[in-house]
């Protein structure tokens, strides 16, 4: 007989058994589960509301549970229903009487919103350190290669030059604001729901606030109907790990361009990259292609729930159930793709020779010629003509601009002059952009510097 099972005269079909348990994906909450048990019992004896030895009884009952769980030698069948059920059925068999008190003033509709508060707090601190140590790479990189010259692009052409330290810096910011989200999704889910009971609380003299300061919650649901129907804290970590996932393909798809001989710019380390059955001489970025791949998987998980949740009324409904799953394949999928990434660039050799050669071959000095005639007195749009006509011009002859005499030059504009040639050069052009937010080495290392404290002061 279920330990709901009182008004019910008839055992419940098998197939509906099977179709009903959570408890083979719910059995990761164990840990959080008996934490909010313990709580609860602290609570209920400090009430008076069960007696000093039940309370101790049920305490060392949890206790044998979980260190038996963590030793792996609890089993979960599928008719033990859910976590919550199963931890009190092993509960009362051991202690008797005082494990039927346990949920005493308690439903399992704020329990389980208690677990995965709980839950959502954790995930929310392992993906915190994950994050921080992407950021240390990042920042390493990025001071390391400060002063090394690439191609900026738009539309994936060729567009100015920048260095690869500004260019890894722009991933820092992105993963920065990835940070700020997570943070966010765990203010929401550092709330306790427990006390809130189905949804309209109990009769018993339940003291919320001490639950609540036991659980290490900050504060409390003020409403039940809403404590117990609150599934927002997930979704803002689905949607933070939607735009994580984001960045971490936006990153992985340069990579395998950069990979590729076409761009020559990035060699994998042999470690996390393939082969190819059939064709010797491949190497490739499946790590990379993998992570961009699960980015959908994510994103998914964040449709899923918002969708569950859409046309739900208040409060508890068994549709609520579907949130976990999508939550915990949100969670592994991120987690994961962030350690493997963080080591695959880590270890990654960028080709910075190539790099510059690559920004010196596509004209990505070209705004900076038109800025060197404005600065001689040539209206900006007419130096804009100039300048794309002396690009025409070098495609006509299969040359860059720094290859052309002074004469050919002046023939376009007699505002060019001998200093023209340091003027649009790959460094002084870079050199030039010291602005905050500019790709000048000086710049970048001032950025490296403020995240470095940054970081320092998050952990």
Not at 42 to 62: N, V, Y
Not at 111 to 131: E, G
Not at 294 to 300: E, L, Q, W
Not at 392 to 413: I, K, N, V
Request: hydrophobic share 40%.
């Amino acid at each position: 007989m279920k330990l709901w099972g009182g008004r019910f005269e008839k055992e419940t079909n098998q197939m509906v058994d099977d179709f009903h348990s959570s408890i083979s994906f719910d059995k990761r909450l164990y840990a959080q589960d008996i934490r909010g048990s313990m709580a609860h019992a602290k609570m209920l004896c400090r009430q008076g509301i069960i007696s000093p030895q039940d309370e101790a009884d049920i305490q060392r009952g949890l206790q044998e549970i979980l260190a038996d769980i963590q030793a792996g030698k609890v089993a979960f069948p599928a008719e033990s229903e859910d976590i919550h059920m199963h931890v009190e059925a092993l509960l009362t068999q051991r202690v008797g009487e005082a494990g039927k008190r346990l949920h005493t003033g308690r439903s399992r509709n704020d329990q389980v919103a208690t677990d995965m508060h709980l839950y959502a707090k954790d995930t929310c601190d392992d993906t915190l350190a994950l994050l921080y140590e992407l950021e240390e790479t990042l920042l390493t990189l990025a001071k390391k290669h400060a002063g090394d010259v690439m191609p900026g692009y738009t539309h994936l052409q060729r567009a100015q030059p920048i260095t690869l330290g500004h260019h890894l810096m722009a991933y820092f910011e992105m993963f920065r604001r990835d940070i700020r989200r997570v943070k966010q999704a765990r203010d929401a889910a550092d709330c306790c729901p427990l006390g809130s009971g189905a949804l309209a609380g109990t009769t018993y003299p339940l003291d919320r606030e001490f639950t609540a300061r036991e659980l290490d919650f900050q504060d409390l649901y003020h409403n039940s109907l809403d404590g117990v129907s609150d599934r927002d804290f997930l979704l803002d970590y689905l949607a933070a790990a939607s735009v994580g996932m984001m960045h971490l393909s936006r990153f992985c798809e340069e990579l395998v361009l950069w990979s590729s001989l076409e761009f020559g710019f990035l060699t994998l380390d042999d470690g996390f990259a393939t082969g190819s059955s059939m064709m010797p001489q491949k190497k490739n970025p499946d790590v990379a292609e993998l992570i961009r791949g699960k980015t959908g998987r994510v994103y998914g998980d964040l449709t899923a729930l918002l969708t569950v949740m859409k046309g739900l009324p208040l409060a508890y409904n068994k549709d609520m159930q579907e949130d976990k799953e999508n939550y915990f394949d949100a969670r592994d999928t991120w987690l994961k793709c962030m350690h493997v990434f963080n080591e695959m660039l880590r270890t990654a050799t960028f080709r910075t020779a190539n790099m510059e050669r690559s920004a010196n071959a596509g004209f990505a000095n070209a705004t900076d010629c038109a800025d060197y005639l404005v600065k001689k007195g040539v209206p900006f749009r007419d130096a804009h003509a100039v300048a794309g006509k002396l690009v025409a011009h070098c495609l006509d002859q299969g040359c860059a601009l720094d290859d052309l005499t002074l004469e050919d030059m002046r023939a376009f504009c007699p505002a060019f002059d001998g200093d023209v040639y340091e003027a649009i050069s790959l460094r002084a052009c870079v050199d030039a952009r010291g602005l905050i937010g500019g790709p000048a080495p000086q710049r970048v290392l001032k950025e490296v510097e403020a995240g470095e404290e940054w970081l320092k002061n998050q952990r």
